[in-house]
């Protein structure tokens, strides 16, 4: 059985893709310090796969647990997702976000060294893009221009990542650059669970429609898109932990810095979001027009070409699929893991 170790296995992304790789003949290792997720999602795992994984409660940042994981398994590969994601948050605290997400993924990277894994697979972000002039973007269009520490952070592990694999020719190093996941296992038993006031539109909608929220601000209704709302590219989380066992089957064992974007190439505006939703779950979501969020791009989509034709995956679900997916797991865990 091929084990990879996944840090940030217990979050939102890494558990579904937890699921996805043991269907697939994986056998995922979890590394979690549980800063932003509930011991309760190793269950959910093993009762949706049949196979409860190894867990490791700790930190990336802790040299001699990873040395010891390294040490007691045979690791194939590292799926890296551990890090902060809050954009907003991230400003207020930049050094919590370069010390997690920059220096938490060099001293990974270090200890794999000296492990001899040779096999990195490491969450970014579409953020890493800034606003191109033009749509789609592709993974040749410029990197950089960030506007937030947590964005910045992402950019700077790319280029670390980048310089680490110039350096040692021999190593696979893949930037997977995902778009907006969205959605929940199609059981309704594992999805995203947000502490606090959720930053992010899908899981705003959703506790309003379960009744947790009164109504949802929507940031701004005159940008230059169809309808005067932000466009994002929305990926249904299923279809983002398939991109990973496609990337673990396709790439992670050929050395080279592979990048790709994981996205749908669909924009959706936020009002074409909410009727999704409302379709969905059988009544509307209240809402009011506000002013715009300070950072926010107006819009937002990924080529898709070179994850199709070198990873062989192409995502399939749509915005209807996420709402009524998210709506299941949002219903059945209105306070998400805390009952
Ligand atoms: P999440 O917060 O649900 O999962 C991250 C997990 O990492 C959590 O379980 C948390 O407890 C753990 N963690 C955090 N710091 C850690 C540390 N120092 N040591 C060990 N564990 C630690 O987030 P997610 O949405 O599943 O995102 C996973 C990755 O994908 C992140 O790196 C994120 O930046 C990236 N990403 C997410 C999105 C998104 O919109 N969700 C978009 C682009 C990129
Ligand atoms: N929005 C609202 N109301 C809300 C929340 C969001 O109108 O309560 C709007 C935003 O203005 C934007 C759209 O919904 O137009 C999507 O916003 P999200 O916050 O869900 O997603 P973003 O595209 O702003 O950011 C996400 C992740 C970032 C990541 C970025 C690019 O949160 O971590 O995608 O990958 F960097």
């Known amino acids: 059985m091929k084990k990879i170790l996944v840090t940030g296995g217990m979050g939102y992304i890494g558990s579904h ?13 979890i590394l979690d310090n ?39 398994h045979q690791i194939e590969s590292v ?98 650059r995902y778009f907006n996941p969205v959605g929940a296992h199609p059981s309704g038993l594992i999805g995203e669970d ?50 990973h066992i496609a990337t673990l089957k396709a790439v992670a064992q050929t050395a080279g810095l592979h990048i790709f974007n994981l996205g749908t190439g669909k924009g959706s505006s936020v009002l074409e979001m909410v009727k999704a939703f409302e379709e969905a779950c059988g009544h509307p979501i209240p809402y009011q027009i506000c002013p715009r969020r300070g950072g926010d791009i107006s819009e937002c989509w990924a080529a898709t070409d070179k994850a199709a034709q070198l990873l062989g995956w192409k995502a399939s679900r749509s915005i209807e699929q996420m709402s009524a997916d998210t709506w299941h797991w949002q219903s059945k865990n209105p306070n998400g893991y805390e009952q």
Do not use: W
């Not at 893709?17 to 995922?28: L, Y």
């Not at 220096?103 to 060294?113: C, F, K, N, P, Q």
């Open 17 to 29: 893709t937890c699921v996805q790789m043991i269907e697939a003949g994986f056998t995922p290792i």
């Open 34 to 72: 549980l800063a932003n997720s509930k011991p309760e999602v190793l269950l959910r795992i093993a009762r949706l796969s049949g196979h409860k994984p190894m867990f490791y409660e700790g930190d990336v940042r802790d040299r001699r647990l990873l040395d010891q994981i390294f040490s007691e």
């Open 79 to 176: 799926i890296h997702f551990a890090g902060l994601k809050a954009v907003g948050e991230s400003v207020l605290k930049p050094f919590e976000y370069y010390d997690n997400n920059v220096y938490g993924s060099l001293v990974l990277a270090d200890v794999m060294r000296q492990s001899g894994v040779k096999s990195l697979i490491f969450s970014s972000s579409a953020t890493v893009y800034g606003e191109p002039e033009t749509m789609p973007i592709d993974e040749s269009f410029t990197t950089g221009a960030v506007t937030n520490p947590y964005g910045r952070s992402k950019y700077m592990v790319e280029e670390c990542l980048r310089d680490i694999q110039q350096a040692a020719p021999d190593l696979s190093i893949a930037l997977l």
């Open 194 to 243: 947000p502490q606090g006031i959720p930053n992010n539109l899908m899981p705003f909608i959703a506790q309003v429609a379960v009744g947790r929220r009164e109504s949802l601000s929507i940031f701004g209704d005159d940008y230059l898109t169809a309808d005067g709302t932000g466009v994002r590219d929305y990926i249904h989380v299923m279809d983002l932990a398939d991109g």
